[in-house]
């Protein structure tokens, strides 16, 4: 039976990775994938982490299964730091997840559980993963306009068109909360509150992806588009991520959340999303989850993450700058200032695809083929060549 089975494509982002990895040259560069990388360009345990960690060691008794939501104080945490006191615990449903991406995946059998006929609309682009996902879940896509025709900013008037004139009641909008992937380009203030009556005029499901909280401005100021989604949409879903905050990629930290309108509708959604973990994974690992509370439960260990935070946020805003100024000091006949408007982790370059297989074929340098680069992969010692790399290819 498996000789009948083709080769799989590589993943767009992760098969870089294994390019990459292969690559015996010296001076490659990676660019790809969404991983935070410090001046070094090493990815760090951060210091709140490994606190954390040595008290788990000390006073854990059990390895035990967690139940099937997961870990009760995470999932508490969970809860606070996405909504603060803007509502009532009674209205939040929260299970523990592998990660991000298992939020997402939580949060679209859910959808195709209790809401098959939903379609569900992204970004163009989004996240290479999350078409994926709701595929796989068996749930239709659509896409909605987001950037402008010169990739550098946001078309908000083409996306309001196509929310208010394609989409139907019913349907779920995939937003993302901040430190949009792939592009860095957010909602302003005010167009999150457009967003957000559109939303409810329109009877749409809010599904935040909210992976990077921290990395734009800060932890509150991250959630302002989430909660002002709150104000007007009594019901939503979100996907919630510690990887980049916490630095916990391969712990897989991550939750899905449903805000229902009351308690009794929260209780029914939290009884359907334990059905779905139950039939996929039973119940989530521990460990990761038990650092991000053991952290965030003491005051000591959560003003150091704050501060573990802010450092690597403000690492990847100088980088930013610093290939803006490198590029127009060398001569760039484009100007890159655009790039300082985004947030996060990602930036949009508007490279071709042409351009990006040249900067790997002539000078090791990997990105995605959107033109999209992880700015936490450059370092005060690569981005002198990254800069003549990408001088060369525009």
Same mark, same amino acid.
């Given at each position: 039976m498996f000789e009948s089975i083709s080769q799989a494509p590589p993943d767009a982002i992760l098969g870089l990775t294994e390019s990459f990895n292969a690559d015996p040259s010296p001076s490659k560069i990676s660019l790809a994938v969404g991983v935070y990388k410090d001046a070094m360009g090493q990815t760090p /345990?951060?210091?709140? /982490?490994k606190e954390a960690e040595r008290r788990l060691i000390v006073s854990e008794k059990t390895k035990t299964y967690l139940g099937i939501e997961g870990l009760p104080d995470y999932r508490n945490h969970v809860r606070e730091l996405l909504f603060g006191n803007s509502i009532e615990k009674e209205r939040v449903a929260v299970v523990q997840t592998p990660g991000g991406t298992g939020g997402v995946r939580v949060a679209a059998d859910f959808i195709a559980g209790q809401f098959p006929a939903a379609t569900v609309w992204v970004s163009s682009p989004t996240w290479e993963n999350h078409i994926n996902i709701f595929m796989a879940a068996g749930l239709q896509t659509h896409t909605y306009r987001y950037l402008d025709a010169a990739?550098?900013?946001?078309d908000f008037n083409s996306m309001m068109d196509d929310l208010a004139n394609k989409s139907k009641p019913g349907d779920v909008v995939l937003l993302h909360a901040c430190c949009h992937n792939p592009t860095g380009v957010d909602p302003t203030a005010e167009q999150w509150e457009t967003i957000a009556k559109l939303l409810a005029e329109k009877r749409l499901l809010p599904l935040i992806d909210f992976a990077y909280q921290g990395f734009g401005v800060g932890i509150d100021e991250d959630a302002f588009g989430l909660r002002c989604v709150l104000k007007y949409c009594n019901e939503l879903l979100v996907a919630s991520s510690f990887s980049k905050n916490f630095g916990l990629y391969s712990e897989r930290v991550g939750a899905a959340v449903m805000v229902a309108g009351d308690s009794k509708s929260a209780t029914a959604g939290l009884s359907q999303l334990k059905r779905v973990v139950r039939s996929n994974y039973s119940n989530p690992p521990r460990h990761g989850a038990a650092v991000v509370a053991t952290v965030l439960e003491d005051n000591e260990l959560r003003a150091m993450w704050h501060n573990e935070l802010a450092t690597m946020r403000d690492r990847i805003a100088e980088m930013r700058r %610093?290939? /803006?100024?490198?590029?127009?000091?060398?001569? %760039?006949k484009r100007d890159f200032g655009f790039l300082l408007g985004q947030s996060g982790m990602f930036s949009y370059t508007g490279l071709s695809p042409m351009q990006v297989d040249r900067l790997r074929s002539e000078s090791h340098v990997y990105i995605v083929g959107s033109g999209r680069i992880n700015v936490a992969g450059i370092t005060p010692s690569n981005l002198p060549s990254l800069t003549n790399a990408l001088l060369g290819v525009l």
């Open positions: /345990v951060l210091q709140c /982490v990739k550098t900013g946001l %610093a290939l /803006v100024n490198a590029l127009r000091d060398g001569g %760039a």
